[in-house]
């Protein structure tokens, strides 16, 4: 693991670590794009805080921010797990609730495509 410098300021990171697990699931149930639905399902529901500019990870070592440290309490580190979210088991069920929101039918050309791609980087 390398630390490495977030290009967002702590409060942006806490709001994050308190939203993104719930504006995932919302992001899910709302949209109306199949493509885009396909491609925020193929990884599933988070568990850890993303951002691929303000976070960015070591080159092809990490798979994820698993740990946080604020220089205003610089004894301390505190865990990259999103507020809600949920791991194992828990993880997987609602990953085949949200899944249900797919239409079978409705797939377009180019979603195959992009879905496989995400597959390639979430892997």
């Not at 490495?4 to 699931?25: C, G, N, R, T």
């Not at 396909?38 to 990870?57: C, E, M, Q, T, W």
């Not at 004894?75 to 609730?97: C, D, F, M, T």
């Amino acid at each position: 693991m390398k630390w490495k410098p977030a290009l967002f300021e702590a409060s942006i990171i806490d709001m994050m670590l308190s939203q993104q697990f719930h504006d995932y699931v919302e992001k899910v149930k709302k949209t109306d794009c199949q493509a885009a639905l396909r491609r925020l399902l193929v990884a599933g529901p988070p568990v850890y805080i993303f951002d691929k500019n303000a976070l960015s990870l070591a080159e092809n070592t990490d798979k994820y921010v698993c740990k946080l440290w604020y220089a205003r309490k610089p004894e301390e580190e505190v865990s990259a797990k999103l507020i809600g979210a949920l791991e194992g088991k828990e993880r997987e069920k609602l990953w085949k609730e949200l899944e249900q929101f797919i239409i079978i039918d409705g797939k377009e050309e180019d979603d195959k495509d992009a879905n496989e791609r995400s597959k390639e980087r979430a892997v």
